[in-house]
C-alpha cells in the first residue's frame, strides 16, 4: 500500500494517524498535488490519495480510512452500529470543516497584505472555526475520548484539526474557552500514531 502526499497536509496526517493506529505496513511519498505519480491516479489531482496492494486509487482522506479500517478487525474506528457510525463520521465533517477554513485563512495569509481577501471573508472563515470548536467542546463533554471510552475516527480527526490548528494558526488560542477539547488533545498528543506524524517543523 502507498500513501501519497505531503507531510504537512492535515487531511495526509488523518489518513497516517488511522494507519498507525491499525498497525498496517504501508509506504509513503511525499509529494504535491502537482505530482506525476498523484495526477496519474487522481483525476482531482489532490492528496491524500491512496494506492491499495492491488494498485486500486482511492482518493479522500474519509474513504480511504473507511478502507483502512476494513482490513483488519481490531482496534475499530468506525463504530459498526449505525448511530455510533454516523455519530463518527459527524465529529469527522465537524473536523474537516476547521481544517478546511483554517486552511483557507492560512494559504489567505501568505499572500502580500493587498492581494487578500475583505474583513468579511475573514469573520466567516473564523466563524467556521468558532462554531466547529464549540460544538466538539460541548460534544465531548468530560468523557475520556470523543464517543466515550475507546478511541475512534472522532478523535483521529479531532486531534488532527486541533493539531493543524497550532501549527497553521499559532496565534490563535484555541484552548481558551475549550478545556475538555485541550484535555482530549493532551491525551491524543501522547500517543504514538499522533507523536509519530507530527509534521518537521518548518
Known sequence: MKLLGGSGSPYVRKVRIALAEKKLAYEHVVTGPASPEVTQANPLAKIPTFLCDDGTP??????IIEYVD???????LIPEVFADRIDAKRWEALSDGIMDATVAIS??????EAQRKDADWY?????KVDGGLA?????VGTKPFCKGEALT???VACGTSLGYLDRALPKF???????NL??????LSARESFATTLPPKT
Do not use: C, F, I, T
Open 70 to 76: 476494513s482490513l483488519n478487525a481490531s482496534p475499530r
Open 153 to 155: 475516527l472522532a478523535d
Open 107 to 112: 494559504h489567505e495569509d501568505r499572500l502580500p
Open 58 to 63: 482511492l482518493y479522500d482522506s474519509s474513504v
Open 182 to 187: 485541550d484535555r482530549l488533545y493532551q491525551k
Open 135 to 139: 460544538q466538539m467542546e460541548k460534544d
Open 173 to 179: 488560542e484555541w484552548r481558551k474557552g475549550h478545556p
Open 123 to 127: 469573520a466567516k472563515q473564523q466563524k
